[in-house]
């Protein structure tokens, strides 16, 4: 069992940045990938970043160029900074992290984006 909590989360205006963290509770060395999702009032989650072995990420198209993976295995930590962040951004962010074929769900943290 694997668990993830997430920090980092509040109100900014827009323009602003945040940086979520995200603390395993076992070494993510061995983690097949590790992801930000988030989930808006009314929509279905969404699929926001990916940081694979090697760290190779990806990003969907709506934060490419804002906002940017990253993680630390000494401290088994995903962090997300998010810049010139956007009311539209405006979520609850999840890390996900996948340990062979289990994937595990952080409890969550909400951003607020105000314009």
């Known amino acids: 069992q694997v668990q993830l909590v997430e920090s980092g989360g509040g109100l900014v205006q827009a323009g602003g940045s945040l940086t979520l963290s995200c603390i395993a509770s076992?070494?993510?060395?061995?983690?097949?990938?590790m992801n930000w999702y988030r989930q808006a009032p009314g929509k279905q989650r969404e699929f926001v970043a990916a940081?694979?072995?090697?760290?190779?990420?990806t990003y969907a198209d709506s934060v490419k160029g804002r906002f940017t993976i990253s993680r630390d295995n000494v401290k088994n930590t995903l962090y997300l900074q998010m810049n010139s962040l956007k009311p539209e951004d405006t979520a609850v962010y999840y890390c996900?992290?996948?340990?062979?074929?289990?994937?595990?769900w952080g409890q969550g943290t909400q951003v607020t984006v105000s314009s």
């Open positions: 996900n992290a996948l340990f062979g074929l289990t994937n595990y």
């Open positions: 076992r070494s993510i060395f061995g983690s097949n990938g």
């Open positions: 940081i694979y072995s090697g760290d190779w990420t």
